[in-house]
């Protein structure tokens, strides 16, 4: 079987490669961190099997949100990231969501039709 961990990050803001790459380590970490604790059989599954990350594209916050719905609907860590608002958007700016870590299969059904970046 196996795991990864999907990052769905905006494409409407225009955020640098660098904003973009920190936004996507935010969604990562936490994930990380919260499927250890509430999902241990994921996470073990995904950590040794090499913490696969795949980031996709999601065009609006809309989509990320709707996306985020649907991970809590069948039971999958997420994590929804927010900027502080200290650099290239405002406070509060929702950039990017991570979903997983999973089995792919599960993953899939969420986020397998969107664009890799």
Same mark, same amino acid.
């Given at each position: 079987?196996?795991?990864?961990?999907?990052i769905?990050v905006?494409?409407?803001?225009?955020?640098?490669?660098?904003?973009?790459?920190?936004?996507?380590? *935010? =969604?990562a970490?936490?994930?990380?961190?919260? &499927?250890?604790? @509430? $999902?241990p059989?994921?996470?073990?599954?995904?950590? !040794?099997?090499?913490?696969?990350?795949?980031?996709?594209?999601?065009?609006?916050?809309?989509?990320?949100?709707?996306?985020?719905? *649907? =991970?809590?609907d069948?039971?999958?860590?997420? &994590?929804?990231? @927010? $900027?502080?608002?200290?650099?290239?958007?405002?406070? !509060?700016?929702?950039?990017?969501?991570?979903?997983?870590?999973?089995?792919?299969?599960?993953?899939?059904?969420?986020t397998?039709?969107?664009?890799?970046?």
């Amino acid at each position: 079987m196996e795991y990864k961990l999907v990052i769905i990050v905006r494409t409407d803001l225009g955020i640098s490669k660098g904003k973009m790459a920190a936004q996507v380590a *935010h =969604a990562a970490v936490n994930c990380s961190l919260k &499927s250890k604790k @509430s $999902d241990p059989s994921n996470f073990k599954g995904w950590y !040794g099997d090499g913490q696969k990350k795949v980031v996709v594209k999601g065009t609006n916050e809309s989509l990320l949100r709707e996306l985020q719905q *649907h =991970a809590r609907d069948v039971g999958l860590t997420y &994590s929804l990231v @927010s $900027d502080a608002g200290l650099t290239e958007v405002p406070p !509060g700016t929702v950039t990017c969501l991570g979903i997983g870590p999973s089995t792919e299969s599960k993953i899939d059904e969420i986020t397998g039709k969107l664009s890799l970046f």
